[in-house]
C-alpha cells in the first residue's frame, strides 16, 4: 500500500514562493499517476501539476502557468511543487495524491486513490 505525506505549505506574501514536497512510502515499487490538487475554501477541488512515474510527459494548469513547477525525486520517492510569485488566488489547502491503478498520466480527481494530509498555503496581498 501507498503512503503519502505532504510538507513546506506556509503563509507568505503575494509574490513570494513555496516548495510543497510529498513523500512517498510503502508499495513504491509499481509505476502511477501522481500530482498535486488544492482545493480552496467553497471551491471544488482542482488539479494543480501531475506525473507519471514511470515517464511520459507532465502535466501542469494553465491557471498556474510557467509560476508553478512540478518534478519528481525517484531516488527520495518524492514529489515536489515549486511555486513562485504566489498570487492570494492561490490560498488553498494542497493535496499530493496518486492514482496507483494508473497505466498513464491522468488529471482525473475521483480515480485518485491514494491521498495525503494535504498542507496549507496562504498568501496574503
Known amino acids: 500500500q501507498l503512503h503519502l505525506r505532504e510538507s513546506g505549505g506556509g503563509s507568505v506574501q503575494a509574490g513570494g514562493s513555496l516548495k510543497l514536497s510529498c513523500v512517498a512510502s510503502?508499495?513504491?515499487?509499481?509505476?502511477?499517476?501522481i500530482g498535486w490538487f488544492r482545493q480552496a475554501p467553497g471551491e471544488r477541488r482542482e488539479p494543480v501539476a501531475a506525473?507519471?512515474?514511470?515517464?511520459?510527459?507532465?502535466w501542469v494548469n494553465t491557471s498556474v502557468g510557467s509560476r508553478f513547477t512540478i518534478s519528481r525525486d525517484a531516488a527520495k520517492n518524492t514529489l515536489y511543487l515549486q511555486m513562485n510569485n504566489l498570487k492570494p488566488e492561490d490560498t488553498a489547502m494542497y493535496y499530493c495524491?496518486?492514482?496507483?491503478?494508473?497505466?498513464?498520466?491522468?488529471?482525473?480527481?475521483?480515480?485518485?486513490?491514494?491521498w495525503g494530509q494535504g498542507t496549507q498555503v496562504t498568501v496574503s496581498s
Open positions: 495524491a496518486a492514482d496507483t491503478l494508473a497505466i498513464v498520466l491522468h488529471i482525473d480527481s475521483r480515480s485518485y486513490n491514494v
Open positions: 510503502g508499495d513504491v515499487t509499481s509505476d502511477y499517476s
Open positions: 506525473l507519471y512515474t514511470g515517464g511520459g510527459g507532465i
